[in-house]
């Protein structure tokens, strides 16, 4: 049998790149938001661990590995122990379709954007088994919560992707970003519209101010992850600052052009932009208080919901009227 | 209205209440707690705010202190209700103002005194498995003594 | 369908319960079906200690009542203790106490805004803001008195020394910068659409219903009653200034944050005036360190959480028979399980920040 060794031996390498990405990056934003936080609040964050605290997040990592992990006494074994798993792994699977350039994308699905927005939903398994498998009331009021809310949010998400879609044509990532070679979609006034709408569904999706519903730290404690800790805490940790990537790439890449830019390399003009968008979403978390349970799902669903539907509809007439 | 008409009305109203050492203090006894009150915060005098229920242990009586205030006549009013050691006992005034749930639970968590018709009377500062009162005079620290000094 | 309630038991260690309190909660769903309050977890029994003290040694138990504004507790304590004695302080000694209890109302007041918007969720950075503003005030305090927290400034019929040089100086720069700084806070809460959706109409408080639970303080004036111990029953030489007694609309808890907001504005006023007016003389008392206490005495002065009583009750020895304090929180605390029944834990945490409560005083 004529294995091909080279392909495997790439997939291999290209998996531990995408791994070593999903650590250091996670690392990366939660020493950039203590940085941005520190600097909204007149403090100066961490210092003391290399220059300007830039290692600190080492040391955070080696204590998080190091730390004891507790299980609860009448915790559901096995559905605790997988919670973590199902938050991680679609996280880091959903790097796959991410279009770093031209050339740096794992796989460029032909259905690639149905894939990340798929894949990423699975996250509230995982968030709701670890908020019923501790067996603690604020944990599970923490997961429920969450399912609701992310359920809710998940349709206007998918509403205003899917305006994007048919501006492009394709599902392919690489695909919507050489459609916006003649200009970013953001410049159009229904696709701002739908960019707006993602930007607010997506900051529910990720339970960010001001809709970190789920782990309302005055109400619940810590919300779904109260009991986790070790590595199986880091885990949601990780997973929450990945996923705030995915959904600053997914719109960099929806809205804001991709990988395009003026000058080479284009990798940087997308790391840019997703940082852009990550800054952004840092900066209304230290600002704004949390919004209430009922207030944001009535947002959802009597506000979000048909403004996307429409904007969907007027595309579609637009579309038709082009073609 | 000033505080002696008050106390005039009063005392036309219920015969037998005392001015205490200063001119704004009323001492009555206990039948007539209720009543008084009941005056005091409906009638012309309009006594709307219980500001504070307390008590003194006189070692052979209890003293129940009540300073009540009007917003309408901006005076304060003291009454005292003495009671008997053996007898620990007054009527509840939760009916009147919702202050005086908590007002009487402490009350009777370091004194003893229970309130009649209080709908929830428990310890409130101290231990509900606790069994002595700390503001008596008689309390004993039960071996809590301070250490000596050094 | 078999319905259960879920009995969750937020504190004594949660967030934001403000210190030791433990609220028994019976949820329905989320929405809070029945509260039980327990308090006590901080008692240390001070008014038993009282009896052990003389007067003038109690002074620093007084700080360790409400720790957020001890000058205004010493202050209390003090008016009580010459009320009974008889004694009167020296302008100078009155004119610097006004100074200071004003000083403590304003870092108090920052920080049951910030604590607030901490409860709210927005995450700390209203909360820091005001830590930033109340550490100025700490500065002049730790200045005036070597202290930081538990300040011990005031004595029976003064007060421990005179203003340090330059304090004046770091108290007018404090007043400027406070100026300039408070649109910052209107910037980031007063307007804000998702702070105004949180705590309008949300855990209103009637008039009637106020007074009837003893609320006192901005609590009450928020339910619009304008009762201020400073303007109604003016003690110390509060009667000599200009200044309005804020009150709110409704009730609710943005009118509580609000009215705290605006309290700020008129303490500062107050600084300003007695810094102007400050008397020449010596305000260090000149009296008796053991006092013969008779008789007995019942003084309540405006704390910045409300009305703070102390009764001494003398029997002609240099001890207080009975010392009873009359904490504000207390009353305001006992109105909280009425006042949240039926609301949803966002709104209770809500409600419960906007009290603004400190546990040290309610569990003495």
């Known amino acids: 049998m004529n294995i091909p060794w080279l392909a495997l031996l790439s997939l291999l390498l290209k998996g531990v790149a995408i791994l070593a990405f999903f650590a250091v990056n996670a690392m990366f934003l939660i020493w950039l938001e203590r940085k941005i936080s520190a600097k909204i609040q007149n403090r100066l964050g961490p210092m003391v661990v290399g220059p300007h605290g830039a290692l600190q997040l080492i040391a955070d990592t080696v204590k998080l590995l190091l730390k004891e992990n507790i299980v609860p006494a009448e915790a559901d074994r096995l559905i605790w122990w997988l919670a973590p798993f199902f938050v991680a792994v679609p996280t880091v699977a959903a790097f796959l379709c991410i279009p770093f350039s031209q050339e740096w994308i794992v796989a460029d699905l032909n259905v690639g954007i149905l894939?990340?927005?798929?894949?990423?939903?699975?996250?509230?398994?995982?968030?709701?088994?670890?908020?019923?498998?501790?067996?603690?009331?604020y944990s599970l009021l923490g997961g429920m919560r969450s399912a609701a809310q992310i359920v809710s949010y998940e349709v206007p998400l998918l509403l205003s992707v899917l305006v994007v879609i048919m501006e492009a044509g394709t599902l392919s990532m690489q695909g919507i970003v050489h459609a916006q070679e003649l200009g970013w979609f953001c410049l159009k006034p229904n696709v701002l519209l739908a960019f707006l709408i993602y930007m607010i569904s997506a900051t529910a999706e990720v339970n960010r101010v001001p809709f970190d519903i789920p782990e309302a730290e005055s109400e619940l404690v810590s919300g779904y992850h109260t009991e986790y800790s070790g590595m199986k805490f880091s885990m949601f940790f990780l997973a929450e600052y990945a996923n705030l990537f995915i959904i600053s790439a997914v719109a960099a890449t929806l809205f804001l052009g991709g990988w395009l830019g003026p000058l080479r390399p284009s990798v940087f003009w997308f790391l840019i932009k997703v940082y852009g968008i990550i800054s952004f979403l840092m900066w209304i978390r230290w600002t704004l208080p949390r919004v209430r349970m009922d207030q944001m799902m009535s947002f959802a669903w009597k506000v979000l919901t048909p403004l996307a539907l429409i904007n969907v509809l007027v595309t579609g007439w637009l579309l038709a009227g082009k073609g | 209205m000033d505080i002696t008409t008050i106390i005039h009305s009063l005392q036309a109203k219920f015969p037998g209440i005392v001015v205490g050492a200063s001119a704004d203090q009323l001492i009555i006894t206990k039948e007539v707690v209720k009543p008084v009150f009941e005056f005091l915060k409906n009638g012309p005098a309009a006594f709307t705010s219980l500001h504070s229920i307390t008590a003194v242990d006189r070692k052979d009586t209890v003293e129940v202190v009540y300073h009540v205030h009007s917003f309408a006549h901006r005076v304060m009013l003291t009454v005292k209700v003495i009671l008997g050691n053996d007898q620990l006992e007054v009527p509840s005034l939760t009916l009147l103002w919702g202050a005086a749930d908590w007002l009487e639970r402490e009350v009777f968590d370091l004194f003893g005194v229970r309130f009649e018709g209080h709908p929830d009377l428990r310890r409130i500062l101290n231990p509900d498995s606790w069994t002595a009162h700390p503001l008596r005079k008689d309390f004993q620290m039960d071996g809590i003594v301070p250490r000596p000094v050094k | 369908m078999d319905f259960q309630e879920l009995t969750i038991n937020m504190g004594p260690q949660h967030p934001s319960t403000h210190g030791v309190l433990f609220l028994q909660l019976k949820l329905d769903g989320e929405v809070i079906v029945d509260c039980q309050p327990h308090i006590g977890y901080l008692h240390r029994s001070i008014e038993k200690i009282a009896e052990s003290r003389s007067l003038v040694q109690f002074m620093p138990f007084t700080d360790r009542l409400d720790y957020i504004a001890s000058m205004n507790n010493n202050l209390g304590f003090c008016l009580a203790a010459e009320k009974l004695l008889g004694i009167t302080a020296s302008p100078r000694a009155q004119y610097l106490r006004v100074i200071v209890a004003e000083l403590n109302r304003v870092a108090s007041h920052l920080l049951a805004i910030g604590t607030f918007a901490q409860d709210l969720g927005a995450y700390a950075t209203p909360l820091f803001y005001a830590l930033r503003d109340r550490e100025k005030i700490i500065q002049i305090f730790d200045k005036i008195c070597g202290q930081r927290l538990t300040y011990n400034y005031l004595r029976i019929g003064g007060v421990a020394g005179d203003l340090p040089a330059g304090a004046d100086q770091l108290i007018k720069d404090f007043m400027a910068y406070q100026r300039r700084i408070l649109p910052e806070y209107h910037d980031l809460l007063t307007g804000n659409v998702i702070f105004c959706a949180r705590s309008k109409n949300i855990g209103v408080l009637p008039k009637e219903t106020a007074i009837n639970y003893g609320v006192t303080g901005p609590n009450l004036r928020a339910s619009g009653v304008a009762w201020d111990l400073r303007k109604d029953e003016p003690y110390l030489v509060y009667d000599k200034f200009d200044f309005n007694v804020v009150?709110?609309?409704?009730?609710?808890?943005?009118?509580?944050?609000?009215?705290?907001?605006?309290?700020?504005?008129?303490s500062l006023k107050i600084i300003e005036q007695a810094l102007g007016g400050l008397p020449e003389g010596d305000p260090v008392a000149k009296v008796n360190k053991v006092f013969r206490l008779n008789g007995e005495a019942y003084m309540r002065t405006e704390n910045p959480r409300g009305e703070l009583g102390f009764y001494i009750v003398g029997d002609g020895g240099p001890l207080p028979y009975r010392l009873k304090v009359r904490s504000p929180s207390f009353a305001n605390l006992s109105v909280l399980s009425a006042m949240i029944k039926g609301m949803n834990i966002s709104d209770a945490v809500c409600v419960l920040g906007s009290l603004d409560i400190v546990m040290g005083e309610i569990d003495r």
Request: hydrophobic share 35%; proline share 0%.
């Open chain 3, 247 to 266: 009150t709110g609309a409704n009730g609710d808890s943005w009118d509580r944050y609000d009215v705290r907001m605006r309290e700020i504005e008129e």
């Open chain 1, 115 to 137: 894939f990340i927005c798929s894949i990423t939903s699975l996250c509230v398994l995982g968030v709701f088994m670890a908020g019923w498998g501790s067996n603690n009331k």
